[in-house]
């Protein structure tokens, strides 16, 4: 797609705008602390992209639309115990982590369920438009061929959909502020209707403050669980500061798994009580990466959270429902029939899903190796990880997978249709280097939140969104990981070759 104004702009001029769109990072938190030269006292602004990058407005909308049909998806799913049991029967017994939250959620089930029915889902769904999925290129599979390609876009495939720790509330905003003003400094203020606004924040900051209100302890705080070291501490911070523009009476306090392990008590009604504060709401910022479990006094403290009466984000269901094997299996016919009742939601849903495939020691899994071996450039090769960083791509896959081969080590990993977005230029600004006119490639994330207990749902929103850009040749994008950057959603008419 072409960018937003035309590329490449007069040296002059670039120059100026990057040293603009710098000092506002700065000015307004748009920054992380450096992994490389750590610093407690010291932040960088984070990678950004200049300009917003082009989106099709009507699949945009398809997008945020679908978000709340996805909340209910997941919330069913989570508190589905037979389809949990059934789907990562074989992950469990072969990936130590997954199995080791798997052993949380029996130990609450066998003692008589969770103490706290409700939970707390803030979700985020990453997208990334297909222009591969049919079209005549000469190089995809038969069943993908259209006649009508040349278009520049089919349509949205989802890469994942993120349970816990679901970054970029506060960034993704920032990210629209930014190239906001950054537009208008380049003498395009017409621009500016197309950069949709974007509520992530208030909208994510409110579902927590709607969950300490039901747990309606005046004098109870909110648990924010975070890392020993915090790198991405402004998108954290940002979502304190409008927990307390919100709702003034409710306090906020960091703790590590470790603390909690140290310090952390349940009382006779189960409630979960640091340092002399009640804990009504838990929102956790780590605990999905084994190194967040050092020692097995972490892994007690996840259990002893589990069994209090604060309300989880997420509750240890939730946190499995985001595992890749979850996903794989709602991707097979039938599937998400079992947990939504309209036809129309069914199909929004499914119209979404790449090719997910399974990997286990059967007929099919066989099939999908084979597959893969063939034509590894086609597929990706995921694990049961967030966080980035954890995927394996292209050439990679064939001595990989030959190794495991036999191995059970096989059914901890699903196999994904790579998808192939279209292209666009943009200047990528990175600390300590200069703006370069790069070719990029975008992941939409659509954030949203869901409140409710086995039996219903109370509350059920989309509340914004978030645009991470990485250069088309790299595989990974984590900004947070250090591989992707900043950027907001600009909004075009542009046509797809499929009506769906």
């Not at 909110?222 to 523009?245: A, G, M, P, S, W």
Request: with cysteine; glycine share 8%.
């Amino acid at each position: 797609m072409d960018p937003c104004i035309p590329l490449p702009i007069p040296d002059d001029q670039l120059e100026d705008l990057v040293d603009k769109a710098k000092d506002y990072a700065l000015m307004h938190g748009i920054c992380m602390r450096q992994k490389d030269n750590f610093d407690r006292d010291a932040l960088h602004f984070a990678p950004f992209v200049l300009f917003p990058t082009p989106f099709p407005r009507d699949e945009y909308r398809k997008s945020v639309e679908l978000q709340t049909v996805l909340n209910e998806l997941m919330h069913k799913v989570a508190h589905d115990y037979d389809f949990l049991k059934e789907t990562l029967k074989h992950t469990i017994k072969v990936d130590e982590f997954t199995g080791r939250l798997w052993n949380i959620y029996e130990t609450i089930m066998g003692e008589g369920g969770p103490t706290q029915l409700l939970s707390l889902g803030m979700l985020r769904s990453d997208l990334m438009l297909d222009q591969h999925c049919c079209c005549t290129c000469g190089s995809c599979y038969p069943e993908r061929e259209c006649e009508k390609s040349g278009k520049s876009f089919c349509s949205w495939k989802q890469v994942e959909l993120n349970t816990i720790a679901s970054g970029f509330g506060w960034l993704g905003p920032a990210s629209g502020l930014l190239h906001r003003y950054v537009v208008a400094e380049a003498g395009h203020s017409e621009l500016l209707k197309d950069i949709p606004d974007n509520g992530a924040l208030e909208g994510l900051a409110g579902g927590l403050v709607e969950a300490w209100k039901i747990y309606n302890k005046p004098k109870s705080v909110i648990l924010f669980l975070v890392e020993d070291v915090t790198y991405n501490v402004c998108d954290q911070k940002f979502h304190e500061f409008e927990i307390r523009k919100q709702c003034p009476e409710v306090f906020v306090i960091r703790k590590t798994l470790t603390e909690l392990a140290n310090r952390a008590q349940l009382n006779q009604d189960k409630s979960l009580w640091i340092d002399g504060h009640e804990v009504g709401v838990v929102y956790m910022r780590c605990g999905y990466h084994p190194d967040q479990y050092p020692t097995e006094k972490e892994w007690e403290a996840r259990l002893l959270m589990e069994r209090s009466l604060a309300i989880k984000c997420p509750s240890i269901n939730y946190h499995l429902a985001g595992t890749k094997k979850v996903q794989q299996e709602l991707a097979k016919p039938g599937q998400v029939e079992k947990f939504l009742g309209y036809k129309a939601q069914i199909e929004s849903v499914r119209d979404i899903f790449t090719g997910l495939y399974s990997l286990d020691h059967d007929e099919a899994g066989d099939k999908s190796y084979d597959a893969a071996i063939a034509n590894p450039d086609r597929f990706v090769l995921k694990p049961q990880r967030e966080g980035g960083g954890n995927n394996v791509y292209g050439e990679d896959i064939k001595p990989f997978l030959e190794k495991i081969k036999d191995s059970e080590e096989r059914n901890a990993y699903i196999l994904m249709d790579r998808i192939q977005p279209p292209v666009t230029t943009n200047y990528m600004v990175r600390p300590g280097q200069e703006a370069k006119l790069v070719n990029v490639i975008s992941e939409l994330g659509i954030f949203g939140y869901v409140i409710g207990d086995k039996n219903r749902i109370i509350t059920n929103k989309q509340v914004g969104q978030m645009l991470r850009t990485k250069l088309s040749h790299v595989d990974e994008g984590g900004v947070a990981a250090g591989l992707g950057a900043l950027d907001s959603v600009y909004l075009v008419d542009a046509g797809s070759c499929c009506s769906t």
